[in-house]
């Protein structure tokens, strides 16, 4: 049986902060805000795959006023997630995400953060496709004050 998920994810840009997509430390003057590593691409996955079992949503799960995720590594909690599919007898077949940010641009990242990822979801490199887009000056992405990430996931239970 085949099931579906899609994940979206928005996060503030400011000064001082890291900017983590796909667990990959992008070079950047703005970064995420958030809680925790505010990884907008590996919370916007974790969504999907939740998404795709019906079990609720990556806040209902990692609470952002719970201190265990204060400035959690986001691929921790993908992998969580992870072990809760394999629990239900999914795994995944293929992701794609669409990360979009004004800059910087992401190409020089992107094969990095899809190994990062396809070790998480446990699938290899060619299943895990990640796009990069800019706002093109339009909007809260376009005028560089935010990264937003769509995502879908197809598990399969085997
Ligand atoms: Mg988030």
């Given at each position: 049986?085949?099931?579906?998920?899609?994940?979206?994810?928005?996060?503030?840009?400011?000064?001082?902060?890291?900017?983590?997509?796909?667990?990959?430390?992008?070079?950047?003057?703005?970064?995420?805000?958030?809680?925790?590593?505010?990884?907008?691409?590996?919370?916007?996955?974790?969504?999907?795959?939740?998404?795709?079992?019906?079990?609720?949503?990556?806040?209902?799960?990692?609470?952002?006023?719970?201190?265990?995720?204060?400035?959690?590594?986001?691929?921790?909690?993908?992998?969580?997630?992870?072990?809760?599919?394999?629990?239900?007898?999914?795994?995944?077949?293929?992701?794609?995400?669409?990360?979009?940010?004004?800059?910087?641009?992401?190409?020089?990242?992107?094969e990095e953060m899809r190994g990062r990822l396809a070790?998480?979801?446990?699938?290899?490199?060619?299943?895990?496709?990640?796009?990069?887009?800019?706002?093109?000056?339009?909007?809260?992405?376009?005028?560089?004050?935010?990264?937003?990430?769509?995502?879908?996931?197809?598990?399969?239970?085997?």
């Open positions: 049986m085949y099931r579906i998920g899609i994940g979206h994810d928005t996060h503030r840009l400011a000064e001082g902060r890291p900017l983590v997509l796909g667990g990959v430390r992008v070079e950047s003057e703005r970064g995420a805000e958030g809680h925790s590593d505010a990884d907008a691409l590996a919370h916007a996955l974790t969504d999907a795959v939740l998404g795709a079992m019906c079990e609720g949503d990556i806040g209902q799960h990692f609470p952002d006023h719970d201190p265990r995720w204060k400035d959690a590594d986001s691929l921790q909690l993908l992998a969580r997630v992870m072990w809760l599919a394999s629990e239900r007898g999914y795994r995944v077949v293929n992701a794609d995400a669409t990360v979009m940010i004004e800059r910087p641009r992401l190409r020089p990242y992107v070790e998480v979801l446990g699938v290899g490199v060619d299943c895990v496709s990640v796009k990069a887009k800019s706002g093109e000056g339009l909007d809260a992405v376009g005028e560089w004050r935010a990264v937003t990430v769509q995502a879908v996931v197809l598990l399969v239970r085997v």
